[in-house]
């Protein structure tokens, strides 16, 4: 089977994610204590606990340890893919797994991600809004009218988060409803994500960014500015400043995946959102799992070892 690992992003963060496989799993424990090391930050605390998760620097660090750490005791036990991706900051999950970042550097750039991230707009002003049932070209038609309403996400053919202005979201939704939109519901973020409105803050990035060391991949990683994988020779510091302030194509992602033959999605993190949104999509051949805490981890193993997996 050609495997697929997939991360998830922010807005999956659950309380006392991760505390059972940090007791009984060392590969787990060492993976999550040097992220924490790198992160800088109680990540016990935020994971275990909830604490400090009203930040975006901690949720993402919190939520890029758990995953990864998650992937590492996966791996300890013999799983593997060739092609990874990651919704938004899972992207940085995905590098992660693929060999282009360590895992210590991994948990100190989402940390000062989230950072510049939370900065990117005063406080109540920006925000998301979850669209369900238009497509891609009936949103832009709609929220043409409003100049700070931007395409944020393309999840799937007609799931799309919009990033903005909290005012013109909330004056875009009755439109959107009357263009036929089955849903239009403000998500809880503290600001929009992926557009232009952090235009200065993907600069600040940039900066952060510099210094940093990428290496090759171990197989193919997806970009969500690209909508497919990063080429040979790839410019990880602009398409992941990119990132920021342009649409996830994440939709062209998944595309592309099916079409290059992926017959197995694993995503490995919390929340188990992307599997269900594959489940929308895919056909009954596709193998999907979801590994998120100790529990799902033994099924999926179980599952290996009989080769149903």
Partial sequence: MKTAFLF??????????????????????????????????????????????????????????????????????????????????????????????????????????????????????????????????????????????????????????????????????PALEAAGARMAVMLAMKGPSHCPLLNQAAERFAGELAGEIFGEPCGAVYSNALGAPYPKNADYRALLCAQMNTRVRWHDCVEGMLAGGVNRFVEIGPGGVLIKMLKRRVCTEISLFSVQDEASMEAFLRAEKEGSA
């Fill in 8 to 173: 998830p992003g922010q807005g999956s963060q659950a309380p006392g994610m991760g505390s059972d496989l940090y007791l009984s799993n060392s590969r787990y424990r060492e993976a999550f204590d040097r992220c924490e090391a790198g992160a800088g930050i109680d990540l016990k605390a935020a994971c275990f606990k909830g604490e400090g998760m009203d930040e975006s620097s901690v949720i993402q660090a919190a939520i890029f340890t758990h995953s990864l750490a998650t992937l590492r005791a996966l791996e300890a036990e013999g799983a593997r893919a060739v092609v990874f991706a990651g919704l938004s900051l899972g992207e940085y999950t995905a590098l992660a797994a693929a060999g282009v970042l360590m895992d210590a550097q991994g948990a100190s750039l989402v940390r000062r991600r989230g950072a510049v991230m939370d900065g990117a707009v005063p406080p109540g002003t920006g925000g998301m809004l979850s669209v369900v049932g238009l497509t891609l070209e009936q949103v832009e038609a709609v929220i043409a009218a409003f100049g700070n309403v931007f395409i944020a996400n393309h999840l799937s053919e007609t799931q799309i988060t919009l990033g903005g202005l909290l005012g013109e979201l909330e004056a875009a939704k």
